[in-house]
Each structure stands twice: as C-alpha cells, then as structure tokens.
C-alpha cells in the first residue's frame, strides 16, 4: 500500500460563547467573543488491491495573534533594515558629491575642470575674448599640469601685462616633444589675451619695459626669475619646459582675471 500525503488550509471562523462567571449574569449579559480558526486538512493518496483511494482528514487549528514579544523582534527587524538602507543612501550621496568635487577645483578665483583624455589627463578651464575684428568668443584652455602643483614653482616679481613677448632660448628644449606643446600653447593661449608672442634671437631685455622678455634656459632648479623691469629667466630643469611655462601662464591668468 502506498500513501501520499498532500495537505491544504482553509480560513475559518469559530464564535465561543464566555463562560458565565460564578455570580451569575443575565441571558443577555453573556457576550461572545470571535475566535480566527484555520482549517488544515491533509489529503492521502492510498493505493490498496491495485486501487487508490483519496482519504481528506480535516481539523480546525486556533490562529493565535502575534504576541508581544514577537512585535518587538519585528519591529526591531524592520528598524535595522531602515538603517541600513539610510546607511547606503548616505554613502551614495557622500560618494557623488566627493566624485564630483575631485573632478573640479577652484584656483586663484579660477574654476577648473579636470579632463582624461586617454592617457592624458587635461586642467581645463576658460575665459571671454575679443577678435581684432571685435567679434566675443569663449577661449578654452587646456593645461597639461595641475595649476595646484605649478603654485609650488617659484615666480620672482610681479606680472604687467604688454601688447608684445619676446620668447628666446638658449637651449634646444624638446624633451620627447613637450617643448613643442608649451610654446604652442604659449603663444596661442597669449595671442588669445591680446598679446603677440615673437621669438627674436637679437631682442634682449628692454630697460623701458616696453615688451616682455623671457629667455628659456636650463637651471639646477626649476624656477622664475626676474631679471629686469618686466624681463624673466625661466630656468627649467629635469625638462620640465611645460612646468615652467604654465606656471608664467598662470601669472597672467591670474592678473587678467584680478582686473577684469
């Protein structure tokens, strides 16, 4: 004989009348109270003389309320998980916000963004300008390194701006193509603030003033030096050309941005 058992629920209610207390109360006075009862009725599957034979057996169980001890455990239960899921809320929000900050920073009033671009990574910032023709535009700058580290290299005198830089140098500084890239963009980015870059072997530094001068040389120390009335040796070491002359740039950024 074989037997399966399969076993299903039904909801049910039971009233139960009170028991009438010792005193003794009216007909009237006997209340009743509502019981919540479940119905659990199991069901088999009897095989017998090669015959099966479904058997149902049903009883009613008292559904009984969640105690108090029990309440409190869910309760608790439900307040770690609203915790946690605070927790998580608030390191999301703490992890954009401190994302957001690493890829902007503010320098000398100036806001940069910073830009990767493969294996390069770019300060980019901007400022407005006016064409000779007198048309207003917005010049991107991007710089190759961070304007924070570049305060750290050393710039004698103060900058005054001039409608002319002559830019010489007494070495050939290539440096795997890093002296290319900063005289580029020195003279655009000083073409862009209205001022003509010329590189003139025979200028040297004018006494009046009357241009800016700056002679690019190597130097045990990376380093601006003032030489003369609006005249500068940028002495540059270990090849760092681009260091040198960002770190001029800045200077004239920051004037330009000090009295726009």
Known sequence: ??????????????????????????????????????????????????????????????????????????????????????????????????????????????????????????????????????????????????????????FEGDFVPSEMIVVNSSENFNCDGDGVIAIANFNNIFNALGTQVVNDPNASCDKYGRYIYINLQKGDKTEIKNIGKNCYNLNINNCEVLDATERFLLEALKYRNDNS
Do not use: W
Request: hydrophobic letters at 30%.
């Open 1 to 154: 004989m074989a037997e399966r058992k399969k076993s299903k629920k039904k909801p049910k209610k039971e009233v139960k009348k009170a028991k009438e207390s010792k005193v003794g109360k009216k007909p009237e006075e006997i209340k009743t109270e509502e019981t919540k009862t479940e119905e659990v009725c199991n069901v088999f599957e009897v095989e017998k003389d090669g015959r099966e034979k479904i058997v149902e057996s049903c009883a009613d169980v008292e559904e009984k309320p969640a105690g108090e001890k029990q309440i409190k455990e869910q309760n608790k239960i439900l307040r770690n998980i609203l915790i946690g899921v605070g927790i998580f809320v608030l390191f999301f929000i703490v992890g954009f916000y401190f994302t957001a900050s690493v890829k902007n920073f503010e320098y000398n009033n100036m806001k940069f963004d910073i830009v990767k671009e493969k294996k390069i990574t770019f300060y980019h910032t901007s400022f407005p300008m006016t064409y000779e023709s007198g048309e207003k535009a917005i010049y991107n700058l991007f710089l190759r390194k961070d304007p924070r580290k570049l305060n750290e290299i050393p």
